[in-house]
């Protein structure tokens, strides 16, 4: 049984930082895609980052580049999400999630796994 249960999310303030943790179990992820998405409250998911379990290569939304760091750790099964310079409108609940293939990495609807989100709050 797949899970992915993020932690790290909190109350910051603008300019602030948060490192949020996506910790994957109960499989093997080779060759999957491990992506970060936000939902703020009355809109979409939205893609926000992403990296190849293999490789490490990543991806970025525009919002996200030269703020936000998405790395793995291997050995730990683990994913994170370095947010730096943060700002009100990168307040959401935060999701981890997982999907087979590097094709679509910014479409939820491709992902097979979701974790249960962080909420994440920056006050102005």
């Known amino acids: 049984q797949v899970q992915l249960v993020e932690s790290g999310g909190g109350l910051v303030q603008a300019g602030g930082s948060l490192r949020l943790s996506c910790a994957a179990s109960g499989r093997t992820f080779n060759g999957h895609v491990m992506g970060w998405f936000r939902q703020a409250p009355g809109k979409e998911r939205d893609f926000v980052a992403a990296?190849?379990?293999?490789?490490?290569?990543?991806f970025y939304t525009d919002s996200a580049k030269g703020r936000f760091t998405i790395s793995r750790d291997n050995a730990k099964n683990t994913v994170y999400l370095q947010m730096n310079s943060l700002k009100p409108e990168d307040t959401a609940v935060y999701y981890c999630a997982a999907k087979q293939g590097l094709l679509s990495y910014s479409d939820k609807n491709r992902y097979d796994y979701w974790g249960q989100g962080t909420q994440v709050t920056v006050s102005s």
């Open positions: 990296i190849s379990w293999n490789y490490g290569s990543t």
